[in-house]
């Protein structure tokens, strides 16, 4: 099993620090039942996310579902040859043979792995649901990389839009959760960041 070392993609200045333990204080108020989320928007905050819901005391599994940008690969500078969650959904490979350990014991991750996609089948969804379905008894909470993916979001039991501030108003907020909901999505709420 592959093993990656995440302190620098999860290291954040003591205000960001205590803005991403307020966001997971209030996934973890939510109670159990949003055991899969997905952070839809700017990449890197939900790894961000996941390493909080670690350090307050839980197990989580971090998935890189945005399968149309492999933007953590090219972080770790992983090279082609990593298999993820899009071998995965092709089925020719296993759930827990795409599975990286970290340096942080209760903290695992899938990479998305090789993909050429701009968007997910159906019968990508329906793998999706039964990865989802089959890993949530072994943690505590699943945290989904989705990108701007409705097809991601929907298959979570609950989802976080992140607008960045210099980007953010009230009726596109609005018009967001609105888009998402439509599409099948359980948003609750609405992440506003700044780099």
Known sequence: M???????LVATTPAQ???YKELCNRVLAKGRKY??????GESGYALRLAAAIVDAGNKV?????DVTTPVFMGKYRLGKNLEGLCEYLDGTQDDD???CLTNRSDLNIIFSGESSRQTLSQNDEDRLRKFLDDNMD???????EAGKSAEVARNCRASLVLIDDSEYSPRDAREKIEFYDNEGCLV???VITNA
């Open 17 to 19: 620090e205590k803005a």
């Open 188 to 190: 609750l709420g609405v």
């Open 61 to 65: 599994l971090f998935v890189d579902a």
């Open 2 to 8: 592959f093993s990656v070392n995440i302190d620098k």
């Open 138 to 144: 072994d943690y505590d909470y699943i945290i989904l």
């Open 35 to 40: 055991k899969t989320l997905a952070v839809i």
């Open 97 to 99: 043979k795409i599975r």
